[in-house]
């Protein structure tokens, strides 16, 4: 299999995991992880009515409304 330029394979991908759980690499509580550091998601990631819709969506699948 071919890999894309910016992926590292399954044992780099496996580092990163065991660094951001072993807490190696920190950041707050809820935050993307880009292979070893902290970033910023997309902007649409935290728009308020993107986040409303999901909400309504997700209360009436799970038969709330």
């Known amino acids: ?18 660094d951001i ?4 690499i920190t950041s707050t509580t809820g935050s993307y ?6 970033a910023r998601s997309s902007g649409e990631f935290y728009a308020p009515d993107r986040e409303r819709e999901l909400w309504t969506v997700a209360e009436e699948l799970c038969g709330f409304r």
């Open 1 to 18: 299999m071919t890999m894309p330029p910016l992926a590292g394979g399954r044992a780099t991908a496996g580092h990163h995991l065991a």
């Open 21 to 24: 759980s072993s807490g190696r």
């Open 33 to 38: 992880i880009d292979r070893d550091r902290p």
